[in-house]
């Protein structure tokens, strides 16, 4: 059960329970350019089973509208506090100001996370983040946009079975615009193998109309090395209680520290937040050394 605050309005279900609701209900709206808005809205619903779709309009007329993969139970949404595993924002920093839209309970639990994203100059795209299950919780992230009155799907990303994660960030590039960070990873249940990381960093090609790689600075600390994966995981579990989120990845694939065996890992959207992480490392009381470091390219693949 997640804790809720911040309502910034009130969305009142037309019919909470039964068969089918008579209308949907407006969970957000998202500014896209002077004249265009995002609309997201849940339902109607049949049997608790309710479509999450996404209208472009203009002088408060539809232009056009999609509906998600993923659908809901309810369309009664209440808003909550950002939590850790709601697949938004960067994998180790839990941003304050940022709320996300809350559905249902346990298996039926559904988040949506709704940003405008800067795609060019007086144009933004709406990125939606979703987590959806309970003992299996998943996440499926998505960016529109619009184009000659259309809605288009600019990306999407999804992740794998087993222990996965996958959230995205938005970070400030030249030209007033974002680039969107997909992080994916593998948390390794093998005691002996080490944790996968995928970050691919994209941007908007105003040309081709599509998001295209783009090479961009990553922030990343390392603590380490250590000699075993063994070592590397039995220094995270006796830190584990206030230490951020870090991976076991092999030492090599890092410009620092220097020397072979595993660190325990991050790679931060901004060195802003890489800073704020290694500040909280410090306090966690790591003995082994703490480098942060800039990597630019448009993805990280240790897969």
Not at 67 to 84: C, F, G, H, P, V
Not at 88 to 111: C, F, H, I, K, N
Not at 186 to 202: E, G
Request: with cysteine; charged share 20%; glycine share 8%.
């Amino acid at each position: 059960m997640r804790w809720h605050f911040l309502f910034s309005f009130l969305l009142i279900p037309v019919c909470a329970f039964g068969g089918a609701e008579t209308s949907s209900v407006v969970v957000s709206r998202v500014p896209a350019s002077p004249d265009l808005q995002y609309e997201v809205s849940v339902g109607p619903c049949v049997k608790h089973k309710c479509p999450i779709s996404v209208a472009l309009q203009s002088g408060g007329h539809t232009l056009d509208r999609r509906t998600l993969d993923m659908e809901s139970s309810s369309a009664s949404y209440e808003k909550d506090a950002l939590e850790q595993g709601d697949g938004a924002g960067d994998p180790s920093y839990l941003r304050q100001d940022v709320a996300v839209w809350s559905s249902g309970d346990e298996e039926s639990e559904t988040t949506l996370a709704i940003f405008p994203f800067r795609l060019a100059q007086g144009l933004d795209g709406i990125l939606i983040d979703q987590r959806y299950g309970f003992e299996h919780v998943k996440r499926r992230h998505v960016l529109l946009g619009a184009k000659n009155n259309k809605l288009i799907e600019l990306w999407k990303g999804t992740e794998g079975a087993g222990p996965t994660y996958s959230t995205t960030a938005a970070v400030n590039i030249a030209g007033g615009r974002e680039a969107l960070l997909f992080y994916n990873f593998f948390s390794n249940p093998v005691n002996d193998a080490p944790d996968k990381l995928r970050i691919q960093a994209l941007a908007y090609d105003a040309a081709t109309g599509t998001m295209a790689p783009y090479s961009t600075e990553f922030s990343v600390l390392a603590i380490g090395p250590f000699r075993t994966i063994a070592d590397a995981r039995k220094q995270y579990a006796a830190k584990n209680s206030c230490s951020p989120w870090l991976w076991v990845l092999p030492a090599k694939e890092f410009e620092k520290p220097a020397g072979s065996g595993y660190v325990l890992a991050t790679v931060a959207s901004t060195s802003e937040i890489a800073k704020s992480i290694k500040a909280e490392a410090r306090k966690c009381g790591f003995t082994a050394e703490i480098s942060l470091f800039s990597m630019k390219r448009d993805s990280i693949d240790l897969w």
